[in-house]
């Protein structure tokens, strides 16, 4: 089921590569950043750079928009000296396509054409129950009901999503450079617990672009974090 899901959203892929020749990527990602799967017209791109980066921006985007009073993007444009990244935002998952600066590029020529072709992707994804599966932050919060606050970010310090934080933006900040000085020391650095009497402070590595911060409260906080990490290690 799985390998048939995949293969109808590569074709959708190939379609979305071929809508112009000055589209070079493109990169299906959830809203954690992961790769679903991608297609490029080089070697060249690291499609978990543009996943992370694109998560990132559509959740940083759309929190700002709320804060404003209005609705969540529809699609993101992202502009370089060099690239063009559009995302298109769906529910459950983002469609990355990168485009050299072809100057004869329209994107409004071309706009519901993607948009058309992330939709499809997002419903042949959502039927597919293998791809249903929680994200990272839903494990944690089910399988350790004492969690009640944590947070998923880049190792940069931009927020991916959250559970019970309000001020998301400093605490991915601060969490992130906690995290780097543990890289200082150990490129290798795997966790890090920041601890008080009746809380800890779990900072872990997810893999080489992404961090989870938990919260653990209670009488014994030490064993919530052992658990949490159990639990991202099933995920790992």
């Given amino acids: 089921m799985a390998e048939e899901t995949l293969g109808k959203v590569a074709a959708l892929l190939e379609e979305a590569l ?43 985007g759309s929190t700002a928009l709320v804060q404003l009073g209005q609705a969540k993007p529809f699609y993101l444009s992202h502009v370089t000296g060099t690239e063009k990244i559009i995302t298109i935002v769906q529910p459950n998952y983002n469609l990355a396509i990168v ?15 993607f948009q ?10 959502k039927s597919a129950a293998i791809f249903g599966e929680q994200t990272i932050l839903g494990r944690i919060v089910e399988r350790v009901p004492e969690i009640t606050q944590a947070m998923l970010l880049t190792q940069e310090g931009l927020p991916l999503g959250s ?12 969490t992130s450079s ?56 099933d995920y790992i």
């Fill in 18 to 60: 071929a809508v112009h020749e000055s589209v070079e990527h493109v990169v299906l990602s959830t809203k954690e950043g992961v790769v679903v799967a991608a297609l490029s017209r080089h070697e060249n791109a690291d499609p978990n750079l543009i996943a992370t980066v694109t998560a990132a921006l559509v959740w940083g």
């Fill in 178 to 233: 906690v995290f780097a000085n543990g890289l200082t020391f150990s490129p290798h650095t795997e966790n890090i617990t920041v601890n008080t009497p009746n809380m800890a402070l779990l900072i872990a590595r997810l893999d080489e672009s992404r961090l989870i911060a938990v919260i653990c409260r209670g009488q014994n906080p030490d064993d919530i974090c052992v658990r949490v990490k159990e639990v991202i290690q």
């Fill in 99 to 113: 485009l050299n600066r072809d100057t004869s590029f329209d994107l409004q020529k071309y706009l519901s054409e």
């Fill in 163 to 174: 559970v019970g934080l309000d001020d998301d933006i400093e605490v991915a900040a601060l």
């Fill in 116 to 125: 058309s072709l992330a939709t499809r992707i997002e419903l042949i994804m």
